[in-house]
């Protein structure tokens, strides 16, 4: 039977009461705050991804949010009138959703504010009989898979100190596809890495710490099977003073740190090729004093409970 390998990540965790509503401005009504999902998101009983589904979101759809507790939302349908926890849908993890509104959610909002509260509700899917694998549930895929690589991108143009050396995975150091640039209004403001340490702790962790010229955190994913790798990226990138694009370490689980920007498209990538034939454990902070982002990659068994 093939070995497993497993990667989780846990939330952001910020040490800044200030950090806990980032920048965006939400949509206040006479209670609560209007949210729209990122992506098709799941409904907890309870806060934590362990409690049972309760429904199911559609991409793009808005709710009403509040009694917000433990990186976690109560969500109510957006039309809801009484402010009653206890008349809430369930609870979405703060992640899954954004103050930011849709293209789409806009061009309906109109309808929707004339429809009934029972025709809101409809549009939240109950859980199947069946269970589906929740969206926020760590995955665990068998080593005799082939790992899905993420998507290639064109390189960007002009040779770089590292293009001629080989690479174990260059299709992981693709940054994302050229896009219709927005417009100046629309672009989030730029992020600057100043610096990119690692350090290997005596408690059987491995941490690597990026330095930002304000509050950023990084897309965080992950390629299992023989060749595990945790991938970062980063958007809106003006400046990447990273000394070394192959970084070599002598951690207990990273074995190296790669990194590329491309300035065509101002987006950034880090990689940390780990050692395979374990389980990992990834846990993210923010000490915004610092404007300092760490992550920290323990092995399964030497997890420790927040």
């Not at 609870?91 to 103050?99: A, D, F, H, N, W």
Request: net charge positive; proline share 8%.
């Amino acid at each position: 039977m093939a070995a497993m390998k497993t990667i989780r990540t846990v939330p952001l965790i910020l040490f800044s009461a200030i950090a806990v509503c980032f920048a965006a401005v939400c949509i206040a009504a006479d209670w609560g705050t209007v949210l729209y999902t990122r992506s098709e998101t799941v409904i907890r009983e309870k806060r934590t991804v362990k409690s049972r589904i309760k429904g199911r979101l559609k991409e793009n759809q808005a709710v009403r949010a509040d009694f917000f507790k433990d990186h976690w939302y109560a969500v109510f349908p957006v039309n809801a009138r009484q402010r009653n926890e206890k008349k809430a849908l369930g609870y979405v993890y703060k992640e899954r959703l954004t103050s930011e509104k849709p293209e789409s959610a806009a061009a309906e909002s109109d309808i929707k504010k004339k429809q009934e509260p029972a025709q809101e509700q409809a549009d939240l899917k109950p859980a199947p009989t069946k269970r589906k694998p929740a969206l926020d549930e760590p995955k665990r895929v068998p080593m005799d898979q082939r790992p899905k690589a993420l998507k290639p991108i064109p390189t960007p143009t002009g040779p770089t100190p590292e293009a001629s050396a080989p690479s174990p995975a260059t299709a992981d150091m693709k940054t994302a596809p050229d896009e219709p640039k927005p417009a100046v209004s629309d672009q989030k403001p730029a992020i600057a890495v100043k610096s990119l340490r690692f350090k290997a702790r005596d408690n059987g962790r491995d941490s690597i710490f990026i330095e930002f010229n304000r509050f950023y955190a990084p897309s965080i994913s992950s390629i299992e099977g023989d060749k595990p790798r945790i991938v970062l990226d980063l958007e809106n990138v003006t400046s990447f003073q990273v000394e070394k694009n192959l970084i070599k370490v002598d951690g207990v689980h990273i074995r190296q740190i790669r990194s590329h920007m491309d300035r065509k498209t101002r987006k950034a990538r880090i990689v940390l090729d780990l050692e395979p034939l374990k389980d990992y454990y990834v846990q993210p902070e923010f000490a915004q004093k610092e404007n300092l982002y760490s992550l920290h990659v323990l092995a399964e068994d030497k997890k420790k409970e927040p």
